[in-house]
DNA sequence: TCATTATTCTAACTTAAGTTAGTTACAGAG
DNA sequence: CTCTGTAACTAACTTAAGTTAGAATAATGA
């Protein structure tokens, strides 16, 4: 039940974002969570459900989306592990998107009440979770753009940018190299475009010499032209350090 | 300096995610406020700005965009009367958009200490600051399906009934009237389209006999196949009591 | 191991929306 | 009342991305 390792990726999390006191770690602590696996693919929250629980991701990769009366898929967003699943449902009672597996993941579940008694009684702790929650709508901000504003291949060089500097802060990447457990379609729907056209995209990318690509394992090469490409200015993601170092001119 | 009505609206707006105590209520009505008028598209927040006063919009229109690096504009978000502008940009340092008046503005800027020190002293109160950030995310994640997923005319159908919903609840509009003062340029960078295309597709709109337009007024004519052609659902709005009830099957 | 199912990749063709280049209609300033 | 600038509107043409359909290539599982 109780499982400290768990928390501490919590606590090393918004620590980044507010100041803490022991009694704040202490509380953290100290709520109740609940750990399981899940497979791919499976739900984790459902568009209409009441959320009475949050979810943090431990290990694996998540996705957010929505279907349209139409049936068209489109991703909000992409959660790494160590990401806080569902502070962005969880508070406002019914759901209003799809949370679901995009790999095999480990999670632990926490009851909002105890969440939102946690925000009450630890206020700095409340205000990190509420800059962890700004965090992502800035995200969903820049997506608004990539997906309004910019062509095919603005748009998934944007993406495999930001993907790069996320894997990097959380340690999952070096080296501009790493691996995204995501199909084509997977792809599209984060763009707002077919997946014959990524595909096409893809290999353009790689036939200009940008990335290299082999299965779900993706290397930029060019990072500065990739960068220039996508349009992609690291602002948004909010690093508070200055975000990862190794990357040349990661401005 | 201190105005108590402006502050009411605060309270009010807050009152109706989280219920709050009279303690809670003296804190807001203690907030440092500075009122000031505001022209039309004057810039109240700019990309890359620090942010230290955070702004509560009293009457007139803004709106939130990004320009993107081959200079095309996508707007994020529009704002309404009584809404907070900044709560969004101003936690998190470095504003990573711009707020620009989108008609002249009467507004009310507090100091972001202030708001960070009421977050902290009153957690029912940082909570309900919280929540209302949390609907605006909601409403970036559909826009993000809006402008990614769904075609023009349901771009724009989707966009009018939000505005129709959002009015109401605001009680400034009634009967599915309302004056929306934003060219088609704007409308344009709401959905990702051309000015053009907006004219087309706006026309059309009429043409169907779904609304009817006279400079910046809108009428919803049928509300019911306008919402269909839209794809609109209100469930991510987030209306705590159902929302506006006038309307013919706004479920 | 073979069969099945997902995923990647391609080509040929179509279309929704963009582009360019205007005209028309207002609204505010002087 | 005329000038000026912005916004609305239109038509003719172009293009980026979508569609359809199918082959090649992994994975996955019985």
């Known amino acids: ?45 459902r568009e209409g459900d009441r959320v ?18 139409a049936g068209q898929r489109q991703i909000i967003a992409i959660h790494l592990p160590g990401e806080f699943l569902d502070l962005q449902n969880c508070l ?22 105890a969440l939102r008694k946690l925000a009450e009684d630890r206020p700095r702790v409340g205000q990190a979770m509420w800059m962890d929650t700004l965090v992502d709508a800035a995200i969903f901000r820049e997506w608004i753009v990539n997906v ?22 959380a340690g999952l990447a070096v080296d501009r190299r790493y691996q995204l457990p995501m199909t084509q379609e997977q792809l599209a729907d984060c763009t707002g475009l077919t997946p014959v056209h990524v595909n096409r995209v893809l290999k353009e990318l790689g036939r200009m010499g940008l990335i290299s690509r082999d299965k779900r394992s993706v290397e930029i090469v060019e990072w500065d032209r990739l960068q220039r490409i996508g349009d992609f200015n690291t602002r948004y993601l909010h690093f508070e350090n200055g975000g990862p170092t190794n990357l040349p001119s990661a401005h």
């Open 1 to 45: 039940m109780t499982a400290p390792q768990t928390l501490d990726r919590v606590v090393r999390r918004l620590e980044t974002r507010v100041r803490l006191d022991a009694e704040d770690r202490a509380a953290i602590h100290a709520l109740p969570v609940n750990k399981k696996t899940m497979d791919a693919a499976a739900y984790m929250v």
């Open 52 to 69: 009475d629980n949050c979810v943090l991701l431990l290990s694996g990769f998540a996705y957010r989306h929505k279907i349209t009366g």
């Open 92 to 113: 406002l009672g019914l759901a209003d998107h799809n949370v679901q597996a995009l790999t095999r993941c480990e999670v632990a579940t926490v009851p909002v009440a």
């Open 148 to 169: 309004g504003r910019r062509d095919s291949i603005s748009r998934l060089s944007h993406l495999l940018c930001e993907m790069a500097l996320r894997l990097e802060e």
